[in-house]
């Protein structure tokens, strides 16, 4: 996995790598023979940060592109 180029694709690569790590950090405390409960909380605590964060990015990005269909039709939005 290249984390410089999944980066270069700027906040919304960042959101993706942080859900593959929070994706591993789960999978390797699941392999304990006794998982903690206080890791699993901070883990999903995480995840949700995460998520909220990725939905953040896609709803400028999806305001950023409507934006920029108005501003090259010529008629008004």
Same mark, same amino acid.
């Given at each position: 996995?290249?984390?410089?180029? !999944?980066?270069? #694709?700027?906040?919304?690569?960042?959101?993706?790598?942080?859900? %593959?790590?929070? *994706?591993? @950090?789960?999978?390797?405390?699941?392999?304990?023979?006794?998982?903690?409960?206080?890791?699993?909380?901070? !883990?999903?605590? #995480?995840?949700?940060?995460?998520?909220?964060?990725?939905?953040? %990015?896609?709803? *400028?990005? @999806?305001?950023?592109?409507?934006?920029?269909?108005?501003?090259?039709?010529?008629?008004?939005?």
């Amino acid at each position: 996995m290249d984390i410089v180029a !999944i980066i270069g #694709f700027g906040l919304s690569g960042l959101s993706f790598l942080l859900f %593959v790590l929070s *994706f591993r @950090l789960i999978s390797q405390e699941q392999r304990q023979p006794q998982p903690k409960n206080g890791i699993l909380k901070m !883990i999903l605590f #995480f995840m949700i940060r995460t998520f909220v964060s990725t939905g953040t %990015v896609g709803w *400028f990005g @999806l305001c950023k592109i409507k934006t920029a269909n108005c501003l090259l039709k010529t008629t008004r939005c």
